[in-house]
């Protein structure tokens, strides 16, 4: 009987965190259509704990949540999980500041809501490959 790589057959996890619910289902439901495991979370605490529980590859995560910074969280990730990918979502536009903090903390990359979902796609398949 063959060998078979487990890890070839598995789904990638994408944990997309936001506080704006129609954002998190919109998102989940794109990237379960385009093969991914997603996870969802709306609060700082409930992406900590999924981060901590499950094996997760890649988190988008929003900005500017209602009850944490998202930079914070970043910085948490990179303190704990310092290969973890994370695409920072941003529905203000480019701010050259922000872009510069967060790609400073580690961010992988970072794309706005208001880009065709097929480039934050594209995005996510540049940053899985190469992770």
């Known amino acids: 009987m063959p060998f078979i790589d487990i890890g070839i057959l598995m789904k ?8 704006e619910e ?13 093969g991914y495991n997603v996870s969802t979370s709306a609060t700082a605490d409930e992406a ?3 981060i901590e529980t499950q094996s997760v590859n890649l988190v988008i995560l929003d900005i500017a949540l209602s009850d944490e910074d998202g930079l914070e969280i970043l910085g948490w990730i990179k303190s704990y999980f310092s290969s973890l990918p ?3 979502l941003t529905g203000m536009g480019f701010d050259d500041e922000l872009l510069q ?6 961010a992988s990359g970072y794309v706005s809501k208001t880009l065709p979902l097929n480039q934050l796609l594209m995005e996510v398949h540049r940053i899985l490959k190469s992770a």
Request: net charge positive; no cysteine; charged share 30%.
């Open 101 to 106: 903090e967060a790609l400073k903390k580690g």
């Open 86 to 88: 994370v695409i920072m």
């Open 48 to 50: 900590r704990n999924i």
């Open 12 to 19: 990638p996890h994408i944990l997309v965190v936001d506080d």
């Open 22 to 34: 129609p954002i998190r289902s919109l998102l989940a439901d794109f990237f379960r259509k385009h």
